[in-house]
């Protein structure tokens, strides 16, 4: 199957920035659109940004203009990197790809078990 590991999580200022990485592994046939979710208590998961193969984005209002996702396809590898964060930013951030594994030749979503980010003064 495939597998994601998160990283670049930690504690901030507000008005500070942080960079995300994730990067997938496993028996891989093609990866297609990869984001970030993230969570924060007590709430449900939602979509933070998204971009597919060509590099097409998308973007949760409340983060446009601060946010940027990006992806290295030859490293199998997103990243986001968050601006002017802010204490509302606050929630553990996960991964998300869709891709087709050897094991399965389906097209499935594969999750990331996620990175903490904390902004506060």
């Known amino acids: 199957q495939v597998q994601l590991v998160e990283s670049g999580g930690g504690l901030v200022q507000p008005g500070g920035s942080l960079r995300l990485s994730c990067a997938a592994s496993?028996?891989?046939?093609?990866?297609?659109?990869m984001g970030w979710y993230r969570q924060a208590p007590g709430k449900q998961r939602e979509l933070v940004a998204t971009?597919?193969?060509?590099?097409?984005?998308n973007y949760a209002d409340s983060v446009k203009g601060r946010f940027t996702i990006s992806r290295d396809n030859a490293k199998n590898t997103v990243y986001l990197q968050m601006n002017s964060l802010k204490p509302e930013d606050t929630a553990v951030y996960y991964c998300?790809?869709?891709?087709?594994?050897?094991?399965?030749?389906?097209?499935?979503?594969?999750w990331g078990q996620g990175t903490q980010v904390t902004v506060s003064s």
């Open positions: 971009i597919t193969y060509g590099g097409s984005t």
């Open positions: 998300k790809t869709d891709a087709t594994a050897w094991t399965t030749r389906r097209r499935n979503d594969y």
């Open positions: 496993g028996s891989i046939i093609s990866i297609y659109t």
